[in-house]
């Protein structure tokens, strides 16, 4: 379903990311853990093609595409095979919850509003929050937008779904009910890659886990052996520091 090959990403003479390749199957549930500074948020950021890799292939589905040399056409429609969470929503702020979830639907995919609207209220009872619908994001919790950002990426259904560090900016107490919504979305056909540091969370919805380790994967297996059994000596330091 989606598969890198010896991506490269630097930014001007750092290099971020060294030759990642990774093979993920259709609706696989990959938690990606690691340091801070380690190349996750760029893994994903290249992966729907907000940064430009200096080099690697990219397929989704049928989709196989050099990242490098490819056409903006070409990067246009692998980005709409994917959507994107941010730790910090970015829900558009002069737009209702609704309006946030529609807009793709509406501008994106030329839909008929009444049609958008139908889907943006099916999202929104699925996130619990049929009742928020006319409501601006100041109007909502942190976990509330959350839950939005998550209605409007499913709005578009993507292949593959990025969650970068969803929960990280929540106070404590709003971190379960998006977990529990995170939980709610997989589906077993949506790939989804996660970066979270929610160790326990990972543990318990992921089918794999990946460790980054300045911009390698240094670790890839089950929550059991990732956990239970890291290779590397670095894993087991990062694992002993976030329980
Ligand atoms: P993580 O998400 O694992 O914390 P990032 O992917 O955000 O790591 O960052 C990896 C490295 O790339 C860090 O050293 C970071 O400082 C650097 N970096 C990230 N984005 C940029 C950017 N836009 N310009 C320059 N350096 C960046
Ligand atoms: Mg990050």
């Not at 990606?32 to 948020?41: A, E, F």
């Not at 989704?60 to 990242?67: A, K, N």
């Not at 971190?175 to 919504?181: A, K, P, Y």
Request: proline share 4%.
């Amino acid at each position: 379903m989606l598969k890198i090959t010896k991506l490269n990403k630097s930014y001007g003479a750092t290099q971020v990311l060294h030759d990642i390749s990774l093979e993920v199957a259709q609706g696989q549930v990959v938690a990606i853990i690691g340091p801070s500074g380690s190349g996750k948020s760029t893994l994903l950021r290249c992966v729907n093609l907000l940064e430009t890799p200096q080099s690697g292939q990219m397929t989704i589905g049928s989709q196989r595409l050099d990242v490098a040399s490819m056409s903006r056409a070409d990067a246009n429609q692998l980005r709409q095979q994917t959507a994107m969470v941010f730790q910090h929503y970015n829900l558009f702020k002069n737009k209702t919850a609704l309006e946030n979830i529609t807009e793709s639907l509406i501008i994106g995919k030329k839909m008929p509003r009444q049609q958008a609207n139908a889907i943006g209220l099916a999202l929104l009872d699925k996130v619990g929050l049929s009742l928020k619908a006319d409501s601006y994001p100041s109007r909502l919790s942190g976990g509330q937008q959350q839950r939005v950002a998550i209605a409007r990426a499913l709005a578009v259904s993507p292949r593959v779904m990025l969650l970068d560090e969803p929960t990280s900016a929540l106070d404590p107490e709003l971190v379960n009910e998006v977990l529990q919504v995170i939980r709610a979305i997989i589906d077993h056909q949506t790939t989804i890659l996660l970066v979270t540091h929610e160790m326990a969370f990972a543990r318990d919805i992921a089918d794999r886990i990946i460790f980054m380790d300045e911009g390698v994967i240094l670790e890839d297996g089950t929550p059991e052996q990732v956990f239970g059994a890291p290779q590397h000596a670095r894993t087991a330091r990062f694992l002993q520091t976030v329980h």
